[in-house]
């Protein structure tokens, strides 16, 4: 039994135990380090209990009793890099600006529980990303509807500046941030500076600029913003966590493996290096309902959605774990021992306490001082280098030869956006590890403390689930396309891809969570024809979907699915043709490798442009796309907008205004990613 404690926010404290079957006996003579499994391809999980929690709780938080200038920073964040950049903010206006102002920060998912109430507001400085395809943070999506949808606020008093963060990958860069900034104009908000400012993929040249450009306006118009009392006078009805479920991001369910097998056929190694995906379902279990006069109707502790993901925790590859450690070994002149148990501290962003039970000591982590190794297994992100991190060894490389070499990569900047050398050196495969060796000569002079500071949090990683909770069997399934490949003459490998397939097991226990999403869903009416395209691992929700439509024998269904090979990479063929012979699916395949001619989803659909038009335009069915938003996704509206001008008879721009429609109806709606 693992007995995990971790704050949940402004000093309230939670207690939870965890049952877990130990494989192997812990190594006590080392206080918990982790060592002795670095070299093992057996899940850490079975032998350390993880009280995953996100900074949320740890936020610069004052009440001011005295009349002031206020600030308000606010942060809409998914995966914790809005709030890192709030933070910074807050500290800068803090130290730097003159005593007068008092600077607040808030999370926007407060806005009921603090409350904050925009009107009494003079100067609002937000920081937003925008997650997946176009759509704003879970966590502040109960705010954006709300505020979206009001009219009526008068917000003439507030000078506004936005901070969007977004990814130019996808079609809809930026676009919570710049629905909010669209919105505060409407509302008569006056811009602050440059008013808003869209990032690119953690431009810091940009967000820093940005930072300047906030504190110089706020200066400029310091005479104008009125000296009164603060009306936020207590922060204890607010929570580090949005969620109204007992398990979310920071306290996750811990869920065992009940089912995993491939979904791919494949004749070779080769094959399955390249190919391979596999389906894991997880247990979740279920408890009286409390609400209910039923006493036997029981309810899932994981509930969720059909269309909604699921949020995986991994750990780390042991093999690359080792590489790392031995680059600092060589570059700290140091011993293996010595090393892995001194103690490190984690940066912001991370997750914070890690408990591990054992042989009847408990012994517990915090991020002030944890010891490297258990660092590297669950909270350090080996795979994506930080720019910070080069800059940060250009103060401490000692070799000419390595200088130059990283002065020439800087060159244009620490931005990847902006800076092409340095967007081809990371964009070439490098991870941590290979930096530390490209730069070997800056480690001792940077030290452990200051690598660690540069080297990002290990996020969840998120999979669409393929299944529906009204299918009754207590599960969530997952479909996962394992990642590996090969650059820089070294093998690697998808972080948590690689860890469902390799390093876990049926009957071992993983920490998951829900990740709602609300902007894919199944139409109320059940009778109302849905199409479904789904290629590849996109076809994971639909099978979701699937299962909810026939469990409620609704209307007509469409599934377009594509892959590589009908013999190999077909993925859930027995469940789609059976459900096709049985009249319950209308199946579109797309094998693009099995003939000469390369043939995709959007061909088919192409071909059934006729029969498509009359089953939006004419029976109002609703359109869902998952997948590839680099290409498939583009490529389907494409061929969408070419049906609507070929059998309604208007021109591109009519016809785009026609999707755009759909998209506001809800009538089409995208799961897409990069």
Known sequence: MYLLIFTLGLGAVVVFFIVNLLKTTVDTDRCGSLDKFLGSTTSVFDEASLALNTPSSNLPIKVYNDPGKQILVLFATEYGFSEDVAKKLHDKLSTELDPEFQVRIARLAWHKSLPIDLTQEQAVLIVCSTTGDGVPPTESREFFDEFLADASKNLESVNVSILALGDSNYPHFCKAGRSLSEQFEQKGAKKLG???????????????????????????????????????????????SHSTSLYNRNNPYWAKIVNKFDLTETKSEAEKYERQVVHIDLEIKTEPNKDSSDPNKEVSLLPYHAGDAVGIYPQNYPVEINHLIQVLVDGLDETREDLIG??????????????LHHSGSHQTYKKESMPLDVALNFFLDLKSVK?????????????????????DLLSAGA????NPKLKSYLEDGREVSDVLYDFKSGIKGLGLHGIVKEVRALQPRYYSIASSPKYGDNKISVCAAIVRYRTLGKERTGVCTTFLSDRITVGQTLPCFISSNPDFR??????????????????????????????ENAGETWLYFGCRNKD???????????????GRLKLRTAFSRDQAEKVYVQHRIKEDGKDLWELIDKKGAHFYVCGDAKRMAGDVEQTLINIVMENSGVDEAAAKQYITNLEKQKRYQRDVWV
């Open 415 to 418: 931005s990847v956006a902006s």
């Open 194 to 240: 440059k008013g808003r400012v869209d990032v690119d993929q953690e431009d810091w040249t940009l967000i820093n600029s940005w930072f300047e450009d906030v504190k110089s306006s706020l200066i400029q118009i310091k005479d104008q913003i009125q000296t009164k009392q603060d009306y936020i006078v207590t922060y204890d009805n607010c929570s580090s």
């Open 387 to 407: 720019p910070s991190l080069l800059t940060a060894l250009l103060q401490t490389v000692t070799d000419a030869k390595e200088k130059q070499h990283l002065t």
């Open 342 to 355: 001194f103690p490190v501290t984690l940066g912001s962003g991370n997750i914070y306490d890690l408990a």
């Open 568 to 582: 190999s990479d077909y993925l859930y063929k027995k469940e789609w043709e059976k459900l096709a012979e049985e």
């Open 522 to 551: 199944l139409p109320v009416d059940k009778e109302v024809p849905i199409v479904m395209v789904g290629p590849g691992t996109g076809i994971a929700p639909f099978r979701a979907f699937m299962q909810e439509r026939v469990k």
